[in-house]
């Protein structure tokens, strides 16, 4: 991508003090103004095909995410459109959109924009090097998603590693609980449970490898033991379907002694299709010390 911000000085003679100037033609990776960069770059470039691509655009600037795009549609001819728009207006940019994957198997496979412009996979990248382009399991900006079922989900195995690696320690628990990814919170009734053992590990102020106490080892134990009989969490990716006549989002949250928790559900209906009820986020905190030691109820849910 081509800058003309990233700019860089240095004497070429220390005498004459004169100074030669050389310009970075790349952004580059790690440097803090980079992220600003390759987003004013995309907006600008997009933004002037806001008039031929009205649609397409929109699409682009709205759910480009760094260099990741994901977009959808209600039939196949419109995603069909959307990709070779947007693969022309990516490519008169300098920009090449490639690691296709779709719940429709056909628009994985390499598709022409004109006569001579062949929309192709790339070859040798990481990604596919990782999870081929045409395997029913690939990821969402890191969230699992089955395209065949076209459902995403959360995964356990980082704190299921930890019932063979040796005595429990503060650090591992830690280690285990972010080892879940799981930023929409579809699993937060689940990993509540280990983030309120670490919390009473945080509490007795143990040291980070200084093995935890029997009682919080077996329960810790049970809680891994509770998640090996179900090693992940799959939801539906969609929440609604098509002919959509209205959505309301409802919001609930409650508190304990232990923990703080919250969520939201879509209830969608249809024209024909029955009412529909998916949960889009939730989250889940530990307690303040204070509401743990006086058992303050810091909200209240009220039906």
């Known amino acids: 991508m081509n800058s003309s911000r990233c700019v860089r000085r240095r004497y070429e003679n220390l005498d004459s003090r004169t100074v030669r100037q050389y310009r970075f033609t790349r952004v580059m990776f790690g440097s803090g103004p980079s992220p600003y960069i390759l987003g004013a770059t995309l907006q600008k470039h997009v933004s002037q095909y806001a008039d031929k691509y ?3 655009a929109d699409e682009l600037l709205k759910n480009t995410y760094v260099d990741d795009v994901q977009s959808g549609g209600d039939c196949v001819e419109e995603l069909i459109s959307f990709k070779k728009e947007a693969t022309r207006i990516m490519e008169e940019g300098g920009f090449h959109l490639h690691k296709w994957h779709s719940n429709i198997p056909e628009l994985e496979e390499p598709q022409r924009i004109d006569d001579e412009t062949l929309l192709s996979q790339a070859s040798s990248t990481y ?3 990782v999870v081929g382009t045409h ?3 690939t990821k969402i ?3 699992p998603w089955n395209k ?5 989900s959360v995964g356990f195995m980082k704190p299921l590693g930890t019932m063979s690696d040796g005595p429990l320690t503060k650090r591992k628990m830690l280690s285990a609980i972010n080892g879940v990814y799981d930023f929409l919170g579809l699993a937060a009734p689940v990993t509540i449970t280990g983030k309120i053992l670490y919390s ?4 007795r102020k143990l040291r980070w490898d200084q093995v935890v106490p029997d009682e919080i080892q077996r329960s810790w134990n049970n809680w891994l033991k509770g998640m090996e009989k179900c090693p992940s969490v799959s939801v539906p990716r969609s929440v609604v379907s098509k002919d959509v006549r209205r959505i309301y989002l409802h919001g609930f949250a409650d508190a304990s002694k232990l923990a703080v928790s919250a969520a939201v559900y879509a209830l969608v209906f249809h024209h024909v299709a029955p009412v529909h009820q ?6 889940s905190i530990i307690a303040p010390n204070t509401c743990q030691s006086h058992g303050w109820s810091l909200l209240q849910h009220t039906p």
């Open 54 to 56: 009205p649609s397409t």
């Open 127 to 129: 990604a596919k090097l």
């Open 135 to 137: 395997s029913q399991e």
């Open 141 to 143: 900006l890191g969230v």
């Open 148 to 152: 065949a079922a076209d459902t995403i």
């Open 200 to 203: 009473e590990v945080c509490l």
């Open 278 to 283: 998916s949960l889009v986020v939730a989250k």
